[in-house]
């Protein structure tokens, strides 16, 4: 089971900081652009609030470790005890998903003034490159923005990129997300079976 949830970058409000710890307040400060700011508060309020929900904690106590893996400083990917964690934003949409197997989700915003065959020569794979050049304008920036989400998934899942390949590795499953004309997204899980997929959004379905 995953369970995604969506937030639009709009539902930001200031009181959510409130649960933020400090590391968390630090980074949230480093960013130079409001909407990057909302971008993050938001995400780290999706985690803490449906942790809490699952832990019967309060969102503020919900320990998070995001020790890079590289360096030990506070800017790696998300963890929590007992569950799988994975954040996306780009655009107008922040998503988290929260599994219990290795998970990972991108969104990317559909960007028409994207360079898209620059881009996908050094980035999909040669069969990929092929089928693009049967779009354009618009569906060739969805499509690209399809591929692109999808390699994103599994890298976040499993850790290990995906760049020129064009086979999905062996025991991943990667779903497309439905989340509308302007932006593309994917799930990606480490399991032998395709996940069910349960979908929420963050305005209505969290309890406050
Ligand atoms: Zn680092």
Redesign the pocket.
Known sequence: MVDVWWAGVDEARPEFERDLDTAERERMAAYVREIDRARFLLGVTIVRRVLAARFSLPAAKIELDRT??????P??KVRAAGVELSVTHSGALVGVAVADVPVGIDVERVDPALDVDGVARVVLSADEVQTLSQYSGLEKARTFATYWTRKEAVVKATGEGLLGEQRTPEGIQVRQLDVGDDHRAALAVVSAEPPVVRTFRFGSDLPR
């Open positions: 890079c893996s590289m360096c030990g400083k800017h790696g």
